[in-house]
């Protein structure tokens, strides 16, 4: 194998017209990037779930802490879908205990390090430490990353173990180190979530590009041992591994939820879109630059899975990823244009375009798709929930698992994945439905999304056995607040 390394110089006869541009757009970012970033520290410490999933995580984290399994027979208690990997929740069990501070706390950190990449990547690329800070300023103001770059969810951290291993195979010096590193990190991205499939892509054309057997290696390297990985937990598991992480998960890709999230991703994500082709045509004119194209290419499978029932804004962070790549990088490269008075003053003005393009981004960050973060207020309210939950007792079917951990509570049920696999008839809800009749559940707590969640029959039993004993309004989640419908049982004859 070759020991080259890819080195990159950049061309600046106008390097102080560059640091403007770079200064320039910094400067019109900058705010909202403060002011998602304190949001992040508000996040951390908020004392209530602020994503459904955040519990979820949690629950598990606590089983594998207790040495069980996660994988299990969903027709017997507890009627849990795990649907990820293990890994982030193995990192959360230590300290599952103390609550959903600790799996923020894991994405903040992974949140660095992806920052740190950007960093690191755009300075080999352009020599210019500003077009970096540009880049995480375009992450971190992203509606798809501002409160998923510090909630605990898989997301975050799957991404960063993808850019580490974009970064190996970029920027280590000796040839076997790249390639190791890269499947190292690739392989241990889909042991935090199955479609953690970016990275690998990107890190599989640049080895390629050093040398044809370094990247044969890695392909049959990162497949073997993400499929070595999954047998062994296939077999430690039962044989239910597959069926929790793969079989229980697939749903078909509707054109309804399709347009819905990519006429989403257009709306918040317009000005990048506009701004990235810069970037997407210098990186064509040499071959060193080309992995930046494969980036963003990369990021379409998931975004197209967007189209999948229960699909959110993070699928598209692979396809954000390499938009904030390419943006900072076309913005250095066409304010360098020298060849010809009129061509400089042409790459001046596409320049000030690309700025105005990001700068109405920021804009519109504040303006039409701020993100809220919790106040004091929701603090207040998200312990009242939780002493609410306490006085009334368990057990507890909570359809927001974290508000009932952090009651002391562990629910015997995943709600968002159920109704789907009622529907598929992969799952019997009867059971759960004897516990409501007989009135096993001491508190019941269910939101305007329940509908969507429980299958019909198990709402049903809820409304004849148990009577809606409080209603704590607007309560903070990211993505709305949410009113929380606190249910007791019903008064019975004796």
Sequence with gaps: MSDAVYSWRSVRPEVSWRTVCLGLALVVLAPLAIYN?????????????????????????????????????ISKAPH???????????LIAPLAWTGLWWPRLLSLMATGVQLTVFIILLKRLTGSTLAGLVACALWINSPCANAWSAIGRTDTFGRMLMSVSVAYALLAQREQRALWGAVLFSTLAMLVKQNMIAGGIVACWVLFTRSRKAGMIFGVSWVGLTTLSYGLLELASGGRFSDHVFRYTSREVLPDHLRYWLTFFWDTHWPYLLAAPVGIAVATMRRETWWLLVAVAA?????????????????????????????????????????????????????????????????????????????????????????????MGGPVLSENIGNALLAGYEPDITPYIMKPLTEQQLWDPQPIIENIEAQEYKTILLTKLATHRYPEPVLQAVYENYDLAKVIPHNYLIEEWMDYYIFRPKARER
């Design 299 to 391: 990021g379409l499978p998931n975004a197209i899975m967007a189209g999948n029932p229960g699909a959110d804004r993070n699928y598209f962070l692979d396809l954000l990823w390499g938009l904030c790549l390419v943006v900072p990088f076309g913005l250095t490269q066409i304010s360098t244009l020298q060849p010809a008075v009129s061509w400089r003053r042409l790459g001046q003005a596409a320049s000030l375009l690309i700025i105005l393009s990001i700068g109405y981004s920021a804009y519109l960050g504040f303006t039409r798709f701020k993100m809220p973060y919790p106040s004091g207020r929701d603090r207040s309210q998200a312990r009242q929930v939780t002493r609410n939950l306490e006085k």
């Design 37 to 73: 970033i304190q949001g992040w520290f508000r996040l951390l410490v908020f004392p209530g779930e602020a994503n459904f999933g955040e519990g979820v995580l949690v629950a598990e984290a606590l089983r594998l802490a207790r040495g069980e399994s996660i994988y299990t027979d």
């Design 80 to 90: 849990w879908v795990a649907t990820y990997p293990p890994l982030f929740q193995a």
